[in-house]
């Protein structure tokens, strides 16, 4: 066991415990302000205040560390990095949906997260995973469903509503997957949908033009539960991934609707 990491894990559970019960306390007693920092992105006072709080919890621990914020928090550091999404699902969040969460990671190397911590404050679910030791949800060890048949699988679909160029395109592949499975979700938070596949509660996801603050903590959290999470474009960024995430099984049939 790297101690190293399992201390940092501790603190990204604090942290993302502290932050998430900040935020359900504005949700729940707060007006809450909104500006669009672009087409259909939005941030709040909150967001700020959280990943604020979250970077000052690490620092306190790991002053060497690097950090990497969705809303600015960045610096650079020796030990490797922490992802931070403060609010993922901020538009839940201001309009009262309880599906948003608190999403922190670590890594070493970039875009291999080795822990990642996802929150959902307002129905107290706690997902966590630390590389090579398993995925949990409120301590009980999680894994992703047996689903292999497209026709009983649950699919999350995103329509990419903030690369409205892409719509077109997403709209087509979206009718192709939806004409052989089950049903179709979508529930606002990147990080909570990787979990829900993780859980094995829905089994596929499929999103254009997300950050990978959005996924990172969602990722190894999958991943440590049998599942897998992939680029469609295989050139990852910090700003732009195209993705799909499914419990392995439906991987290939997946990617073979896209790809056409």
Known sequence: MDEGLKDRLEVAIKA?????????????????????????????DFDFNSEKLIIDKIKESFPEDG???????????????WIIDPIDGTVNFFRGIPNYTISIAFEREKFKPLLGVVYNPRQNELFYALKGLGAFCNGEKISVSKVSNPNKAIVVLVPPHRRREKADRYFKTMRKIFNEVSDIRSFGSAALECCYIASGRVDCYFELALGYYDFAAGMIILEESGGEIKDLNDKMTDTYCDVVATNTLLTPWLLSLIGE
């Open 67 to 81: 950090i990497f914020g969705e809303e600015g928090g960045n610096h650079k550091g020796e030990n490797g990095r």
């Open 16 to 44: 993302a415990k502290e932050a998430g019960l900040m935020v359900m306390d504005a949700d729940l007693n707060s007006k809450k302000t909104f500006k669009e920092k672009k087409l259909n992105d939005f941030v709040t």
